[in-house]
T-cell receptor, first 114, second 112 residues
Framework: EAGVTQSPTHLIKTRGQQATLRCSPI?????VYWYQQALGLGLQFLLW???????NRGNFPPRFSGRQFPNYSSELNVNALELEDSALYLC?????????????FGPGTRLTVT | AQSVTQLGSHVSVSEGALVLLRCNYS??????LFWYVQYPNQGLQLLLK??????LVKGINGFEAEFKKSETSFHLTKPSAHMSDAAEYFC??????????FGKGTLLTVNP
Protein backbone atom coordinates (compact mmCIF):
# COMPACT_ATOMS: atom_id res chain seq x y z
CA GLU A 1 0.00 0.00 0.00
CA ALA A 2 1.38 3.38 -0.98
CA GLY A 3 2.11 5.83 1.80
CA VAL A 4 1.51 9.55 1.90
CA THR A 5 3.16 11.26 -1.04
CA GLN A 6 4.16 14.88 -1.37
CA SER A 7 5.35 16.98 -4.27
CA PRO A 8 7.62 18.60 -5.06
CA THR A 9 10.47 17.34 -2.91
CA HIS A 10 12.21 20.69 -3.02
CA LEU A 11 10.92 24.12 -3.92
CA ILE A 12 12.93 27.30 -4.22
CA LYS A 13 11.06 30.59 -4.37
CA THR A 14 11.82 34.27 -4.09
CA ARG A 15 10.40 36.47 -1.36
CA GLY A 16 6.97 37.75 -2.36
CA GLN A 17 6.16 34.84 -4.65
CA GLN A 18 3.56 32.13 -4.09
CA ALA A 19 4.27 28.47 -3.37
CA THR A 20 1.96 25.50 -3.93
CA LEU A 21 2.62 22.20 -2.19
CA ARG A 22 0.70 19.01 -2.87
CA CYS A 23 -0.17 15.94 -0.83
CA SER A 24 -1.82 12.63 -1.61
CA PRO A 25 -3.07 10.69 1.43
CA ILE A 26 -3.05 6.97 1.99
CA UNK A 27 -5.93 5.31 0.16
CA UNK A 28 -9.01 5.30 2.38
CA UNK A 29 -7.86 8.17 4.57
CA UNK A 30 -10.16 11.18 4.58
CA UNK A 31 -8.26 13.52 6.88
CA VAL A 32 -5.19 15.49 5.80
CA TYR A 33 -3.02 17.56 8.11
CA TRP A 34 -0.27 20.05 7.31
CA TYR A 35 2.65 20.82 9.62
CA GLN A 36 5.57 23.20 9.37
CA GLN A 37 8.99 22.14 10.65
CA ALA A 38 11.15 25.22 10.77
CA LEU A 39 14.65 25.37 12.21
CA GLY A 40 14.48 26.34 15.85
CA LEU A 41 10.67 26.32 15.96
CA GLY A 42 9.97 22.61 15.90
CA LEU A 43 6.88 21.00 14.41
CA GLN A 44 3.86 23.26 14.29
CA PHE A 45 0.34 22.41 13.22
CA LEU A 46 -0.86 24.40 10.21
CA LEU A 47 -4.16 23.05 8.88
CA TRP A 48 -6.53 20.10 9.07
CA UNK A 49 -8.89 19.08 6.29
CA UNK A 50 -11.52 16.38 6.50
CA UNK A 51 -14.12 15.46 3.90
CA UNK A 52 -13.23 18.50 1.85
CA UNK A 53 -13.66 21.02 4.65
CA UNK A 54 -11.14 22.96 6.71
CA UNK A 55 -11.70 21.73 10.28
CA ASN A 56 -8.96 23.41 12.27
CA ARG A 57 -6.23 25.92 11.77
CA GLY A 58 -3.00 26.63 13.63
CA ASN A 59 -1.60 29.98 14.60
CA PHE A 60 -0.50 31.04 11.12
CA PRO A 61 -1.39 34.12 9.07
CA PRO A 62 -4.12 33.95 6.37
CA ARG A 63 -1.54 33.86 3.59
CA PHE A 64 -1.22 30.18 4.50
CA SER A 65 -4.23 28.49 2.95
CA GLY A 66 -5.20 25.27 1.31
CA ARG A 67 -7.90 22.99 0.14
CA GLN A 68 -8.88 19.36 -0.08
CA PHE A 69 -10.12 17.86 -3.30
CA PRO A 70 -12.90 15.27 -3.78
CA ASN A 71 -10.27 12.52 -4.01
CA TYR A 72 -8.98 13.68 -0.57
CA SER A 73 -5.68 14.96 -1.90
CA SER A 74 -4.73 18.37 -0.63
CA GLU A 75 -2.90 21.49 -1.61
CA LEU A 76 -1.16 24.02 0.62
CA ASN A 77 -0.69 27.53 -0.74
CA VAL A 78 1.62 30.09 0.77
CA ASN A 79 1.22 33.60 -0.61
CA ALA A 80 3.55 36.57 -0.32
CA LEU A 81 6.44 34.37 0.76
CA GLU A 82 8.73 35.60 3.51
CA LEU A 83 12.22 34.40 4.35
CA GLU A 84 10.97 32.83 7.58
CA ASP A 85 8.63 30.57 5.59
CA SER A 86 11.66 28.48 4.70
CA ALA A 87 10.98 25.12 6.29
CA LEU A 88 10.10 21.48 5.77
CA TYR A 89 6.36 21.16 5.20
CA LEU A 90 4.96 17.82 6.24
CA CYS A 91 1.64 16.38 5.25
CA UNK A 92 -0.05 13.62 7.22
CA UNK A 93 -3.21 11.61 6.74
CA UNK A 94 -5.44 9.58 9.00
CA UNK A 95 -8.48 7.33 8.78
CA UNK A 96 -10.75 9.75 10.55
CA UNK A 97 -10.44 13.06 12.27
CA UNK A 98 -10.34 11.89 15.85
CA UNK A 99 -7.61 12.41 18.36
CA UNK A 100 -6.99 8.69 18.61
CA UNK A 101 -6.28 8.12 14.94
CA UNK A 102 -2.61 7.89 14.23
CA UNK A 103 -1.35 10.23 11.56
CA UNK A 104 0.92 8.91 8.83
CA PHE A 105 3.42 11.36 7.44
CA GLY A 106 4.82 11.95 4.00
CA PRO A 107 8.48 12.71 3.30
CA GLY A 108 7.87 16.46 3.19
CA THR A 109 8.51 19.36 0.85
CA ARG A 110 11.55 21.48 1.57
CA LEU A 111 10.66 25.10 0.80
CA THR A 112 13.49 27.57 0.53
CA VAL A 113 12.70 31.28 0.22
CA THR A 114 15.50 33.52 -1.00
CA ALA B 1 -4.90 23.21 25.46
CA GLN B 2 -2.12 20.69 25.49
CA SER B 3 1.66 20.84 25.54
CA VAL B 4 4.62 18.47 25.50
CA THR B 5 8.00 18.81 27.13
CA GLN B 6 10.85 16.57 26.10
CA LEU B 7 13.68 16.62 28.60
CA GLY B 8 17.04 16.64 26.88
CA SER B 9 17.44 17.91 23.35
CA HIS B 10 20.32 15.48 22.82
CA VAL B 11 20.86 12.04 24.34
CA SER B 12 23.96 9.98 23.67
CA VAL B 13 24.23 6.26 24.48
CA SER B 14 26.57 3.43 23.68
CA GLU B 15 25.50 0.61 21.41
CA GLY B 16 23.80 -2.03 23.56
CA ALA B 17 22.93 0.39 26.35
CA LEU B 18 19.46 1.32 27.57
CA VAL B 19 17.71 4.09 25.72
CA LEU B 20 15.48 6.39 27.80
CA LEU B 21 13.86 9.42 26.19
CA ARG B 22 11.71 11.52 28.49
CA CYS B 23 8.37 13.10 27.69
CA ASN B 24 5.96 14.97 29.95
CA TYR B 25 2.64 16.28 28.74
CA SER B 26 -0.06 18.66 29.78
CA UNK B 27 -3.63 18.17 28.70
CA UNK B 28 -6.98 19.36 29.99
CA UNK B 29 -8.68 16.20 28.73
CA UNK B 30 -7.56 12.56 28.64
CA UNK B 31 -4.77 12.59 26.10
CA UNK B 32 -3.77 10.40 23.25
CA LEU B 33 0.01 10.10 23.20
CA PHE B 34 2.40 9.25 20.40
CA TRP B 35 6.09 8.78 19.74
CA TYR B 36 7.45 9.44 16.26
CA VAL B 37 10.95 9.02 14.85
CA GLN B 38 12.50 11.13 12.12
CA TYR B 39 15.58 10.03 10.20
CA PRO B 40 17.62 12.70 8.38
CA ASN B 41 15.81 14.27 5.43
CA GLN B 42 12.74 12.09 5.94
CA GLY B 43 9.24 12.45 7.29
CA LEU B 44 7.99 11.14 10.61
CA GLN B 45 7.43 7.46 11.31
CA LEU B 46 5.05 6.35 14.06
CA LEU B 47 6.77 4.26 16.73
CA LEU B 48 3.85 3.70 19.09
CA LYS B 49 0.72 5.26 20.52
CA UNK B 50 -1.34 5.26 23.69
CA UNK B 51 -5.07 5.82 23.56
CA UNK B 52 -6.80 3.87 26.33
CA UNK B 53 -6.31 0.59 28.13
CA UNK B 54 -2.94 -0.94 28.92
CA UNK B 55 -0.50 1.71 30.07
CA LEU B 56 2.58 -0.11 28.78
CA VAL B 57 2.63 0.23 25.02
CA LYS B 58 4.90 -1.73 22.72
CA GLY B 59 5.94 -0.30 19.38
CA ILE B 60 8.13 -1.08 16.45
CA ASN B 61 11.88 -1.72 16.51
CA GLY B 62 11.83 -2.86 20.14
CA PHE B 63 10.65 0.44 21.62
CA GLU B 64 8.05 0.74 24.34
CA ALA B 65 6.56 3.50 26.44
CA GLU B 66 4.62 3.66 29.67
CA PHE B 67 1.77 6.08 30.30
CA LYS B 68 1.86 7.35 33.88
CA LYS B 69 -1.10 9.58 34.55
CA SER B 70 0.03 10.58 38.04
CA GLU B 71 3.34 11.79 36.65
CA THR B 72 1.89 13.07 33.34
CA SER B 73 4.71 11.21 31.63
CA PHE B 74 5.10 9.00 28.59
CA HIS B 75 8.78 8.06 28.50
CA LEU B 76 10.19 6.00 25.62
CA THR B 77 12.58 3.13 26.31
CA LYS B 78 14.51 0.45 24.49
CA PRO B 79 16.58 -2.13 26.39
CA SER B 80 19.50 -2.22 23.97
CA ALA B 81 20.42 0.55 21.55
CA HIS B 82 21.42 -0.20 17.99
CA MET B 83 23.35 2.03 15.63
CA SER B 84 20.28 2.24 13.40
CA ASP B 85 18.32 3.89 16.25
CA ALA B 86 20.24 7.14 15.76
CA ALA B 87 17.59 9.67 14.78
CA GLU B 88 15.42 12.42 16.20
CA TYR B 89 12.47 11.38 18.34
CA PHE B 90 9.32 13.38 18.90
CA CYS B 91 6.68 12.93 21.55
CA UNK B 92 3.22 14.23 20.64
CA UNK B 93 -0.16 14.66 22.28
CA UNK B 94 -3.59 14.83 20.71
CA UNK B 95 -6.94 15.57 22.26
CA UNK B 96 -10.37 16.52 21.07
CA UNK B 97 -9.07 19.10 18.63
CA UNK B 98 -7.39 16.33 16.62
CA UNK B 99 -4.15 18.12 15.82
CA UNK B 100 -0.86 16.76 17.11
CA UNK B 101 1.11 18.97 19.46
CA PHE B 102 4.76 17.99 19.37
CA GLY B 103 7.64 18.35 21.75
CA LYS B 104 10.85 19.98 20.57
CA GLY B 105 12.40 16.61 19.83
CA THR B 106 15.33 14.63 21.22
CA LEU B 107 18.28 13.77 19.02
CA LEU B 108 19.57 10.30 19.87
CA THR B 109 23.19 9.50 19.12
CA VAL B 110 24.42 5.91 19.39
CA ASN B 111 28.14 5.44 19.87
CA PRO B 112 29.90 2.23 18.78
Amino acid sequence: EAGVTQSPTHLIKTRGQQATLRCSPISGHTSVYWYQQALGLGLQFLLWYDEGEERNRGNFPPRFSGRQFPNYSSELNVNALELEDSALYLCASSLSGTGASEQYFGPGTRLTVT
Amino acid sequence: AQSVTQLGSHVSVSEGALVLLRCNYSSSVPPYLFWYVQYPNQGLQLLLKYTTGATLVKGINGFEAEFKKSETSFHLTKPSAHMSDAAEYFCAVSASNYKLTFGKGTLLTVNP
